[in-house]
């Protein structure tokens, strides 16, 4: 099992719509998470953490994490077509600042 | 510096050249990372350094690439006698150690071909 595992996708949802992106990972993981954005032919950028167990919010997106099911996602609301990027979940290794990401899940949102 | 600056942006060269990669992390940024991202795939990660070494170097795919950091700062990372299939886009990003860490800040890349 890959440490960091995601749907390529493309998930694609209306405007206005909830995205929810999800991601699942390994015990050789620690607690530590991070939802990176990517658009096309930029490098990525990080536009949320987590590190507890529950939610998280910030403006229009909600990170959730559960570590009983060792999955953690992320809910978009009010999908703008701006929205349309691909979504990288990335996760420190251990105890170490290795950080690992999964493949990406592509989002495109119609207007 | 502001950001993260990696050079050259585009690298064209030929089978069996060596190239190197420079990246100038954000100033005070301990953690340094390099990753590739080959055309509609993930980052996939080469390694890190904390200060000027290197904890993890798992994940440089062979021999023939290597990475340096010194004086705390600047990184390059080299590689040998490459290959078509080195071909990608190279990424560095850095970062701060302890509280903060994890929280990556990307250079813009390098894009290598290899013809």
């Known amino acids: 099992q890959k440490e960091v595992e995601q749907n390529s996708g493309p998930l694609s949802v209306p405007e206005g719509a909830i995205a929810s992106l999800n991601c699942t990972y390994s015990?050789?993981?620690?607690?530590?998470f991070f939802w990176y954005r990517q658009y096309s032919g930029k490098s990525p950028e990080l536009i949320m953490s987590?590190?507890?167990?529950g939610d998280k919010e910030d403006g229009r997106f909600t990170a959730q994490l559960n570590k009983a099911s060792q999955y953690v996602s992320l809910l978009i609301r009010d999908s703008q077509p701006s929205d349309s990027a691909t979504y990288l979940c990335?996760?420190?290794?251990?105890?170490?600042?290795?950080?690992?990401f999964g493949s990406g899940t592509r989002l495109l949102v119609r207007p | 510096g502001a950001g993260v600056s990696q050079s050259p942006s585009n690298k064209v060269t030929e089978k069996g050249k060596d190239v190197e990669l420079r990246c100038d992390p954000i100033?005070?940024?301990?953690?340094l990372y390099w990753y590739r991202q080959s055309l509609g795939q993930g980052l996939e990660f080469l390694i890190y350094?904390?200060?000027?070494?290197?904890?993890?170097k798992s994940g440089l795919p062979s021999d023939r690439f290597s990475a340096e950091r010194t004086g705390g700062s600047v990184s390059t990372l080299t590689i040998q006698r490459t290959q078509q299939e080195d071909s990608a886009v190279y990424l560095c990003?850095?970062?701060?150690?302890?509280?903060?860490?994890?929280?990556?800040?990307f250079g813009a890349g390098s894009r290598l071909t290899v013809l």
């Open positions: 990003a850095s970062s701060l150690l302890g509280p903060g860490a994890n929280v990556l800040t």
């Open positions: 015990d050789r993981v620690s607690q530590s």
């Open positions: 987590i590190y507890s167990n």
């Open positions: 990335a996760a420190s290794m251990d105890s170490s600042y290795k950080l690992i």
């Open positions: 100033s005070g940024h301990t953690a």
């Open positions: 350094f904390q200060g000027n070494s290197a904890p993890d």
